[in-house]
């Protein structure tokens, strides 16, 4: 009788698990109801209806794989039904670029992967494991079919995670131009420019030519200094090279 108690209340819950999941495949009626009216599915993403739509049919697999299964297979059926009509409706009004990334994903989950793992625990697991192993499965990816949404989350925390660093940055930096210019105040000394007379820049033309003629006599490979007049009417002195001749 005991048994008989706890199959009652098995299938309760699992009648009532059945409406729950039911309400979790209409939830994305709204974000439709969006992509009908814009006529476009741009800014929506088909991953998590996918990964839906594959996670149904490894729950239908699972099911067929175990006895007392009939409340899985019925929920799991109508999740694929849903599913397929959400990714068709994507289909048809999602750009070229979207259109062509989502089939890619379908034929990776449900062509390639769905019979990767059929024929991988059909042949290599044996038969007593098999629904424990299948079970497992199905559980890993009816989690990602709740954490697939948040592919939409992660390029929004990057931008908010990028825009905060550049805040900091400026507010650190902001001020360094006017650091640099209170550490160097030598550059804002204005430059002076020295003018001589006339008569000041003969005596100093002389005195430059007596310098160069002592510095003459002080070595005797050199020749005496010629003077030449430059542009400015300065006289500008010039030593010549001349090569020293060796007595034998």
């Not at 939830?27 to 929506?44: D, L, R």
């Not at 697999?61 to 059926?77: C, D, E, F, G, Q």
């Not at 908010?160 to 000394?189: C, T, W």
Request: net charge positive; hydrophobic share 50%.
């Amino acid at each position: 009788m005991a048994a008989g108690f706890s199959g009652h209340w098995a299938f309760a819950f699992g009648l009532l698990g059945n409406i729950v999941s039911f309400m979790v495949y209409l939830s994305p009626i709204p974000t439709f109801y969006q992509i009908y009216k814009k006529k476009t599915s741009e800014g929506f993403q088909s991953v998590p209806y996918v990964v839906a739509l594959f996670s149904a049919m490894l729950w239908i697999y699972y099911a067929l794989l175990k006895s007392n299964a009939t409340l899985i297979i019925t929920i799991n059926s109508v999740g694929c039904f849903i599913e397929t009509i959400y990714i068709c409706f994507y289909l048809f009004y999602a750009p070229k670029k979207e259109r062509v990334q989502s089939l890619k994903l379908l034929f990776l989950l449900i062509a390639c992967g769905f019979g990767f793992i059929v024929l991988s625990t059909h042949f290599l697991v044996k038969a007593s494991v098999q629904a424990n192993v299948v079970g497992w499965i199905c559980l890993v990816f009816s989690l990602c079919v709740f954490i697939a949404p948040l592919c939409i989350v992660i390029p929004n925390v990057l931008g908010f995670s990028f825009g905060v660093l550049q805040m900091a940055l400026y507010v650190k930096y902001r001020n360094a131009g006017k650091m640099s210019e209170q550490k160097h105040p030598s550059d804002n000394i204005p430059n002076h420019i020295i003018v001589l007379e006339d008569g000041k820049i003969s005596e100093l033309t002389e005195q430059i030519i007596d310098i160069v003629k002592i510095s003459a006599l002080s070595r005797p490979d050199k020749v005496p200094a010629t003077s030449q007049m430059n542009s400015s009417g300065v006289e500008a002195s010039q030593i010549q090279n001349s090569p020293v001749k060796s007595q034998v």
